[in-house]
């Protein structure tokens, strides 16, 4: 007996799988590999976090919470957006607990588009963006950064992109793979073009507290009627794998994304939300110490490339460094698999995060300093 | 500037130059600071910490409670002094409660830990009683994990 042969749904199959699951795979086969292609803190979560959670799963944090998570997470993390960064939702309607901003994102989308409309997406940027446009019927439509420029969100780049299909303009900041941190300036920018077109922001900042020049600069700040700001704990708490996040939008976009919501995922997980909430009260300190070790690794990783003639604008968020590797005179994807079946060193080629990433490569710095240096001796001796 | 002071912290033989490209100070700014925190001690020396379990050395340390008379007009400095100086002693500490002094013993064995406490501390003047706890394992040192480290999960390359 087969399966029946009618055809699969045309959109998901229209999309390529993820370009990492190859490197993946090689770098799983191979011994004493030093990964430099990990997506996600070295840290453990932090202990008092654990801890809750542990505690709450005794005492029977085992059942659904309300649909848009726990108020009292819910109310921490708009107070929390209130007081760093000066932007204010309500938690009771425009803020929403989900799986991590994975969830969030494809919430926004499906209650954002409608078929054919355009969403513009800066690259390179996070792998998921333009398969999840495509997934709630929108056309993502890609435009390239400019390296030079260290992959500033330029409105003269992005405004060429509009059209009278486009209903919104979705990218991370700090990026992955970047870790390019915009400025006021440039978001404020964005803002007024998103005015005068009336076009939605939508802007992933998941590493919002990973930033090394000053605090992070929100898109909300600039247009907060337009803003959908996805949040979340997975890289600033090092808390991957507790799949928990928020997103927050005003209310009638976020009453919409709450239907999607409450008839797919229900809620995020009661133990990661109890988790999360724990983090927030009291893990700050974990999180400094985190971003004093990412801020001289990415001083000692980024210098050593420099100095291999690997130039990269210094990056300013995230735990990424994006290293042009044109002086080699291989591709991307030459010089990650030349890498890592050589030195057993791996790094991600750019084109897995669009074809403006060509001549690039994303190397994690989320990988203790000793493992770091080795790195650097063994890059050194494969463009040697 | 805290930054280097963090770094040495963490690793006591870090170069100035290494210092500098960690935290983006610069080399001669790093080594002025440091000559200048090691003249005024804030910097009291530069220490390397040693699992002497491991290197094979048999080390017995004893946490003793120390009750103490004090002395009008002095307190407890005079006699706290005066066990601090004692080459066994690790550590001295006024603490709050039903004792007064915490202080760290350290000797070869069982027996020379329990010797000194009884012959050296408690025959101190004004000392009136002592009670020792003998460490039986350490699991956590100088803001160290001494356990053994959590294994690395995370897959190799992900997104």
Redesign the interface.
């Known amino acids: 007996m087969s399966a029946p042969g009618k055809p699969f749904s045309r959109t998901v199959s229209a999309i390529p799988p993820?370009g990492?699951r190859k490197?993946?795979d090689l770098?799983?086969s191979m011994q004493g590999?030093i990964?430099l292609?990990?997506?996600?803190p070295?840290f453990?979560t932090p202990w008092s976090a654990r801890e809750a959670a542990i505690h709450a799963l005794e005492h029977g944090a085992t059942t659904y919470t309300s649909n848009s998570g726990l108020l009292e997470l819910r109310e921490a993390v708009v107070d929390d957006l209130a007081d760093r960064y000066g932007v204010r939702y309500r938690a009771a309607d425009e803020c929403l607990i989900t799986s991590g901003v994975s969830e969030g994102l494809d919430l926004t989308l499906r209650a954002l588009l409608n078929p054919g409309d355009e969403v513009i997406v800066p690259e390179p940027c996070?792998?998921?963006y333009q398969p999840c446009v495509a997934f709630a019927g929108g056309v993502p439509v890609p435009v390239a950064l400019d390296p030079g420029d260290a992959y500033r969100l330029d409105p003269a780049i992005i405004g060429a992109a509009i059209t009278e299909n486009t209903k919104a303009i979705l990218f991370g900041s700090p990026s992955?793979p970047t870790g390019s941190a915009q400025s006021a300036a440039d978001l404020e920018a964005l803002a007024a073009l998103a005015r005068e077109h009336d076009l939605w922001l939508l802007s992933d900042e998941i590493y919002d507290r990973l930033t090394y020049h000053g605090i992070h600069t929100p898109a909300a700040a600039a247009a907060p009627e337009r803003t959908v700001t996805l949040g979340g704990f997975s890289k600033s708490y090092a808390m991957t794998g507790w799949r928990v996040g928020y997103v927050c939008a005003p209310e009638p976009l976020a009453q919409l994304m709450h239907r999607i919501h409450q008839y797919t995922m229900l809620c995020a997980p009661h133990m990661s939300q109890i988790a999360a909430l724990e983090a927030m009260r009291t893990a700050q300190d974990d999180v400094d110490e985190m971003v004093?070790d990412y801020d001289?690794r990415r001083?000692?990783f980024s210098?050593g490339l420099e100095e291999l003639g690997l130039t990269c604008p210094v990056p300013g968020g995230a735990f990424y460094v994006f290293p042009s590797i044109a002086s080699t005179g291989m591709s991307s994807e030459q010089f990650a698999e030349g890498l890592l079946t050589q030195e057993k060193v791996?790094v991600?080629p750019g084109t897995v995060f669009g074809p403006s990433g060509e001549g690039h490569v994303r190397c994690s710095y989320a990988t203790a300093l000793p493992q770091l240096e080795q790195a650097l001796e063994r890059i050194a001796r494969f463009i040697a | 500037m805290r930054e280097i002071l963090t770094v040495l912290e963490s690793d006591a033989h870090a170069s100035a130059e290494r210092i500098a490209t960690l935290t983006g100070i610069d080399e001669a700014t790093v080594r002025e600071h440091i000559a200048a925190w090691e003249a005024s001690g804030v910097i009291r020396r530069y220490k390397a910490v040693i699992d002497w379990d491991r290197y094979g050395d048999q080390r017995v340390t004893a946490f003793v409670d120390v009750t103490v008379a004090p002395e009008r007009g002095r307190g407890f400095d005079d006699v706290a002094e005066r066990i601090a100086r004692f080459r066994e002693i690790r550590a001295v500490h006024l603490v709050s409660g039903a004792q007064d002094l915490r202080v760290e013993v350290e000797g070869a064995s069982m027996k020379e830990v329990a010797d000194f406490v009884a012959q050296k501390l408690s025959g101190i003047d004004r000392v009136t009683a002592t009670s020792t706890h003998f460490l039986l394992r350490r699991y956590k040192d100088d803001g160290q994990l001494l356990t053994d480290p959590e294994p690395d999960q995370r897959l190799s390359v992900t997104p």
């Open positions: 993820s990492i490197f993946f770098a799983q590999v990964s292609g990990v997506g996600e070295d453990p996070y792998v998921a992955n004093a001289r001083r000692l210098k791996a991600v």
